[in-house]
């Protein structure tokens, strides 16, 4: 078994092999940020690669163990005792009068403007569903529900279920303008499009961070086949760490 390591520690005692480019398991040492940056790293062999979070910090959603408990995961990991929960990511594609860009996002897409209000039609199945006006728009897998998603209103959604979610923030909406203004809920089957207008300036961020691409026309969103799989406790599951998370 080969390992790597990323996050604010660089050196464990380890009983197995390191290797940076082509590990089976990778450490992460922080909190959600530092295994999103993790996961993205290693995007092309997620297939091959699993994620182990270690909490270093206050909150980590996706880190189930401390640095305490490091011996006892090494041992876990040479018996095999542990169990690998598959997160699906969002597939996306922006598009503009030029080009395209197409990528992964674990827990969201953000589409937003803080200065203008955006008018972005919504297409669901080819077919015009609204046309909203607001600050913007987060389209998230089950993975990212309890994310930026939950601070907007979002609903929190079973990972098991195959499904994306479209969620408004400060939409317009009076007499005049009307919205949904709702987390829409959409299955694998459906075909989602956001086709912007007036988009001078847009600002794009995937999973937090920065993605440049100008003068955005339309988005494309769907749940991937291809997913993230997370080494968690036995004990464990989605909404125990729900739980930890926003209750006790």
């Keep these: 078994m080969k390992y790597a390591i990323f996050g604010n520690i660089k050196n464990i005692e ?11 398991i990778v450490f992460s040492f922080g909190g959600d940020g530092t295994m999103l940056g993790a996961i993205h790293k290693y995007e092309d062999i997620l297939e091959k690669v699993k994620f182990i979070g270690i909490n270093t910090g206050r909150l980590g959603f996706f880190n189930d163990y401390n640095m305490e408990e490091l011996p006892e995961i090494f041992e876990n990991l040479k018996k095999g005792n542990y169990k690998v929960d598959y ?45 909203f006006r607001g600050t913007g728009f987060l389209i998230s897998p089950p993975t990212g529900s309890t994310a930026y998603n939950k601070s907007v209103g979002g609903s929190v959604i079973d990972p098991n279920i195959r499904a994306i979610q479209l969620t408004e923030i400060a939409p317009i909406n009076n007499r005049v303008y009307k919205v949904l203004q709702s987390p829409l809920i959409l299955s694998d089957y459906a075909k989602l499009k956001l086709s912007v207008k007036e988009s001078d300036f847009n600002y794009i961020a995937v999973d937090g961070k920065y993605l440049e691409f100008n003068r955005l026309k339309n988005i494309y969103a769907k749940l991937s086949e291809k997913a993230v799989g997370f080494i968690m406790k036995k ?5 125990d760490r729900v739980r930890r998370a926003f209750i006790v």
């Excluded at 997160?87 to 827990?107: I, P, R």
């Design 14 to 24: 380890c009983p197995f092999e390191y290797d940076e480019k082509n590990p089976d």
């Design 87 to 131: 997160y699906q990511l969002l597939e996306y594609t922006l598009e503009n009068e030029e080009k395209t860009m197409s990528g992964y996002a674990v827990n969201e897409v953000a589409i937003t403007n803080p200065i203008h209000t955006q008018i972005i039609d919504i297409y669901i199945n080819d077919k015009l569903f609204e046309t």
């Design 235 to 239: 004990d464990t599951d989605f909404f």
